[in-house]
């Protein structure tokens, strides 16, 4: 089975990729001991890397064996110092070329990007009409006549899931502020004044409209549109916070907002409702499931999963690129 890790997941792979790249990059026709030397040289570099957020060493495997790898540097050589980050050393070891790895690769350090809120990646290459079907753009030529080039890495949907009192919609308005996208609470589609249901034909028809625009963060779950979402959305967060975490965050709320209008749902005031508590209490037992094999037919590098408050509060700090963003979350 094909399966993309990030390097850090499976170092076990870090001499082999050292290897692989000073034959395919480096100098040639080097004595033993010399070649040696380099790749000692590149595994510490390597493990050094990782720990830097503007990089990233994505590689691919089926079952225990590398088929090829694709990276994120924040410099590339010696030209062009003042662009970051670069899409870099993509590779796909010889017998399995032309099958098609390459997309996948590039699918993935594209969506890797985009999780980190790249706008851009920058690469070079000597390849001729090669990179331009992965969406790349010429700049222009290098002194040392490799092409120049860019690719886009535009973020405009993002679906947030996850279980009531998680903080979902809180998010939603601090990245839709952020990001200057449009955000989406599916329970104000719900609902109108006074918790009044809205048909749920109605309802459904509605979000998806709103899953056909062009940019949006959406916050919330209702299954029956999920899937399309998911399909739709650059990105899936995952707020996939344990029983008690979500039932802490519901009681929280309602006793800091009792019987005051929701900023999110208009004319609905905070209210406490025991039938809405089991729920929360059951969610993981019975809606989670649902959740994690849907989530299963996806890709890991479109979905961003955080177990507990300081792993998305560390997240939105780099993602945001805003020291001061948790401010938002009183």
């Known amino acids: 089975m094909l399966k993309i890790y990030d ?10 990729i050292s290897i692989l790249t000073q034959k395919e990059w480096g100098k040639k026709n080097l004595f033993q001991k010399e070649f040696n030397l380099r790749i000692k040289k590149k595994i510490s570099q390597i493990k050094s890397n990782l720990k830097n957020f503007n990089y990233c060493k994505l590689i691919l495997l089926e079952e225990d064996i590398l088929i090829g790898f694709i990276s994120i540097f924040p410099k590339d050589g010696e030209e062009r110092q003042d662009l970051s980050p670069w899409y870099a050393t993509m590779y796909v070891k010889k017998e399995y070329r032309g099958k098609g790895y390459s997309k996948i690769l590039n699918d993935a350090i594209i ?50 899931i996850g279980g009531s009192g998680s903080g979902k919609s809180t998010l939603a308005t601090i990245l839709s502020e952020e990001l200057k996208i449009p955000a989406i609470h599916l329970d104000a589609i719900n609902y109108n004044a006074n918790w009044v249901e809205v048909d749920r034909n109605q309802r459904d028809l509605i979000i998806e409209a709103k899953t056909k625009e062009d940019k949006w963060i959406i916050d919330g779950n209702y299954n029956k549109t999920l899937k399309e979402r998911l399909d739709n959305a650059d990105l899936i967060i995952w707020l996939d916070y344990s029983s008690f975490a979500h039932l802490k965050g519901v ?80």
């Open 111 to 160: 969506a890797e990007a985009r999780k980190r809120n790249f706008k851009k990646l920058y690469l070079k290459s000597n390849l001729e009409n090669y990179y331009e079907k992965f969406g790349a753009n010429y700049i222009e030529t290098l002194k040392n006549g490799e092409k120049l080039y860019y690719i886009d890495i535009p973020t405009n949907k993002i679906s947030i």
């Open 7 to 16: 390097l850090k997941e499976r170092p076990k792979y870090i001499k082999e």
């Open 251 to 330: 009681l929280k709320r309602i006793i800091k907002n009792y019987n005051k209008e929701k900023a999110e749902l208009p004319g609905c005031k905070e209210r406490f409702n025991i039938k809405f508590i089991k729920y929360v209490i059951s969610y993981n037992k019975k809606k989670r499931p649902e959740v994690q094999k849907l989530l299963s037919s996806y890709s890991d590098n479109k979905i961003l999963v955080f177990k507990k408050q300081k792993d998305l509060n560390s997240w939105l700090k780099k993602f945001t690129k805003n020291e001061n963003i948790l401010e938002k979350l009183v």
